[in-house]
């Protein structure tokens, strides 16, 4: 059956179809659009509260949960934990808004955010841009990768622990501290010259009147906490055994590296880049390198909590540590005493080397 249809009114339906298309078109991209930025700017606000240190919660989880409890009964669907938790990260890894943000579906950039490689995560978005995937293509090339870096983790590392040891290792020389023992300072910079408990990381908490006791400039203390009030012991305790914290793993960067917030004690808080002190893993550049992070990352993922004991930073401005823990242990003192020495078990397992 033929349409008989004037060229020109023809043309015009052409026409006007593909203009409606076009806008609704655009107004997809937009939205799009907006909802990445939207995303990126609620991390960047979360991020900031926590580097402010107006958070008060247990580094983050609670400020994340109360949020999204009064988000969504305020805004509805779309802002759960784990939705506020992605936007946090989605932050962390794009640290400034650029072009190729913007190609991608909020979707898209939640799965790539599974992707803890920084340029293996890179490569995938590249290829999901230059090849117009959708989600669901995204999400197979992604279980690939995933697939194929645990096939090369297992081998590597059954290589490793079948591979004999020339010669028994020295062990690294380590200092184990207790939390919560703090040294007494009079800050020079301080007008009023008042004597402080010295926190580390250059925080100081100014002692009231009635914390002072007998105590004076250069007394090693113990705190205590007795409801919401803290008072001071003074402590035998010589000042190898402080700037020992009880610390939260936020991200494993390499092997050697990573992000924790430290509790410090007397309700402060910091976020801080570690460098793992007298060891050096593989670049991630390399198989070895990807091997010694993921061991990292698998090995903190399930601790409730680290001991890190902290000295002098490197040249890059991170402070030197050693790392500490035991599985599904709630003592910090046990922990910190007894606990499994990180730095010394990625040189064991051949990860690392001494430097």
């Not at 040189?347 to 001494?354: C, Q, S």
């Amino acid at each position: 059956m033929s349409i008989n249809l004037p060229d020109k009114t023809y043309s015009e339906l052409i026409d006007e179809i593909i203009a409606i298309h076009a806008q609704a078109s655009l107004v997809a991209r937009q939205a799009v659009e907006t909802r990445i930025k939207a995303c990126w700017e609620i991390g960047k606000h979360i991020v900031d509260v926590e580097q402010q240190k107006h958070m008060r919660a247990k580094y983050g989880q609670q400020l994340i949960n109360r949020l999204a409890a009064d988000l969504t009964r305020k805004l509805g669907r779309g802002f759960s934990g784990t939705q506020l938790r992605c936007m946090r990260q989605f932050y962390m890894t794009h640290l400034s808004i650029h072009l190729s943000i913007d190609e991608l579906t909020w979707t898209q950039h939640q799965r790539l955010l599974t992707i803890k490689d920084d340029q293996k995560r890179k490569q995938l978005e590249k290829k999901c841009v230059q090849n117009s995937w959708s989600v669901r293509e995204l999400t197979q090339a992604i279980k690939a990768e995933h697939l194929e870096m645990q096939d090369f983790l297992m081998k590597t590392l059954s290589a490793k622990k079948s591979k004999p040891r020339s010669k028994p290792l020295t062990p690294l020389a380590v200092k184990r501290g207790y939390p919560y023992i703090y040294k007494i300072i009079r800050p020079t910079f301080k007008e009023s010259a008042k004597l402080c408990v010295d926190l580390g990381f250059s925080v100081y908490w100014e002692m009231p009147p009635d914390a002072l006791q007998d105590l004076r400039e250069g007394n090693i203390v113990c705190s205590q906490k007795d409801e919401n009030n803290y008072s001071l012991v003074k402590s035998e305790k010589t000042g190898r055994v402080i700037y020992t914290y009880k610390a939260f793993v936020e991200r494993v960067i390499d092997g050697d590296t990573l992000w924790c917030w430290v509790d410090l004690g007397f309700g402060n808080q910091t976020r801080q880049k570690l460098r793992l002190k007298d060891i050096d893993t593989p670049e991630l550049s390399t198989p070895q390198g990807v091997v010694s992070k993921q061991f990292v990352d698998e090995t903190l993922a399930e601790q409730k909590f680290i001991v890190i004991k902290t000295y002098k930073t490197d040249k890059y401005d991170r402070p030197l540590a050693d790392i500490f823990y035991i599985p599904g242990e709630d003592n910090i003192e046990e922990v910190a005493r007894h606990g499994i020495f990180l730095n010394q078990q990625l040189l064991d397992e051949g990860l690392a080397k001494r430097i």
